[in-house]
């Protein structure tokens, strides 16, 4: 919930706004009524998850200062002035105020004002680093120490950031083998190292636990903890607990588990059965169903997952069992789409991803468009063009040795582009995928010439490079005989000229010669130029790869210089 705090009638003004933009649910508003500044302040911090403030930052700061507790809890805090020119992040830029800010400023069209050194300077936040991986900052009174001497550009040392699908560090941050050395050290064991280092725990560690019927939550810690010692780990990357269904009311398990702020996770015994351990035991079979649970709660992930490595065989105590696994970190993959070419195309998930990325693979000409929000230290990798499948390709292999990859183009991912390619072939299970979507050129050229695509429609690409033009023509009829609105994507090129005339021609055959078409070339792009003609006069020779041609179905019509397809026929009645 997004506390938005406006005592003038331009704070309220501009709160009433943002409500809109996000809708009611999503914002609360203080200070309506009669309440004083301070007071509403102070209340939406205790109540939100963030706070937008229309009040001064000196003001802003003096009223919350006493409420402060810990960067990584408070609330965000966003400030806007009075003349709405600024959206200032005030408190806790890398717990969701930065990313407020930008967002306040798109809806009020005014300027995020975002002074944290990383975010200024495009460097990965080290108290985010790793956030979403589950990481856990164990020292964080080192963090200004390091992060001062990354971005000064001194020679930093990392350890253990080969094993986990993170950003790009810049490239002063270089790894190493040797844990003493390193100023960064990430890690599920207790490992030497400096004094100094910046530590972070990865959860990584999934310990089973077995039970015998009454046990105590301590004597359920002390195994864990006992587990644990012997393998030489941390508490801090402990996942999650799991156990057998069976166990599922057992007290001193789930008290032991919340103690600790531990998920825990139920398995039935069948699944539990199907795991190779090495210590199996008739007895347990004989009472649960299944010959192991601790070692084999530990190694079980799921039923699509691979099993995690076990690291410490089962432990045992007069009424507990433990045993310590190893989840497989899992390389990710974003397939992005651009959009049409226009930064503020651009789709805000899209810089996100791109942002979150160690390694760009793409067309060389794309990279160019977004080479400017990559993190410095992004590893590029860019084609010329053709080449499709290896691009893809080579993203799913990067992906698959556990860095984050995006794999870009434009359009939609989904769309003619690269999503399709490298789904293909990131069969394997140890990737996680996330698509981003893209204004597609179809959609971005019927918003250039109107409302082309307003009724049933359909895109057929003419490039018969990987499709015979038999199966091409076989759509384009089909089209034609549905009275589809057609965007034909590839529709001349020097060496292709004869394609596009002859799919007009088909079309032809089952509308009227008035029929608008339009195409457009590079939408939205600087050198954009379209046109808006018919069926019976249009000529393919101005149109080329990087044209899309719209050609309206029976009831479109041209209507004050634009191409407008009704939502239904009855409508053009």
Known sequence: MIGLVAVTASGRAASSALAAAWGDEAVRRYAEDGVSAGDALRTAYAECDAVVSFLAVGATVRVLAPALRDKHEDPAVV????????????????????????????????????????DASGITPLDSFGG??????????????????????????????????????????????NPVEADIVISDELVDMSDTALVYRPASLVIGVGASRGVSAQEVLDTIDAALAAGGLSAGSVLRLASLDLKADEAGLLEAARSRRWP?????????????VPNPSPVVAAETGTSSVAEAAARYTGPTRPLADLTVYKIKSPMATAAVARVRPRGRLAVIGLGPGA???????????????????????????????????????????????????SAVELARTGLAVALIGSGDAGVYAMASPALDHADADDVDVVCVPGITAATAASNVLGAALGHDHCSISLSDLHTPWQAIERRIRAAAE?????????????????????????????RPGSTPVGWVRNASRPDESWGLTTLDTFDPVVVDMYTVVTVGCSQSRIVGGRFVTPRGYTWAQ
């Open 132 to 177: 979403d991986l589950g990481f856990v900052l164990e020292n964080p009174q080192r963090l200004a120490a390091v992060g001062a001497q990354i971005l000064s550009g001194e020679p930093t040392m990392v350890f253990g950031a080969e094993r986990w699908p993170l950003p790009a560090l810049p490239p002063n941050v270089t790894p190493t083998q």
């Open 264 to 276: 825990v996770e139920f398995h039935a015994a069948a699944d539990l059965a199907a795991v190779e």
């Open 79 to 118: 400030c806007v002035d009075e003349a709405r020119q600024f959206a200032v992040s005030v408190l806790g830029g890398h717990n969701g105020a930065n990313e407020l800010a930008q967002r306040v400023a798109e809806v009020l069209d005014c300027v995020p004002v975002i002074t944290t050194a990383s």
């Open 482 to 510: 549905g009275d589809f609105v057609v965007s034909f994507y590839n529709p001349r090129s020097r060496q292709r000229d004869w394609q596009l005339g002859k799919a007009l021609g088909i079309l032809a055959a089952h």
């Open 343 to 393: 930064r503020d195309l651009l789709a805000p998930r899209a810089v996100k991803e791109l942002r979150r990325a160690s390694v760009v693979v793409g067309l060389d000409q794309y990279v160019e468009q977004i080479r400017d929000l990559l993190r410095p230290g992004t590893q590029i990798r860019a084609t010329a063009l053709g080449a499709e499948e290896e691009r893809a390709r």
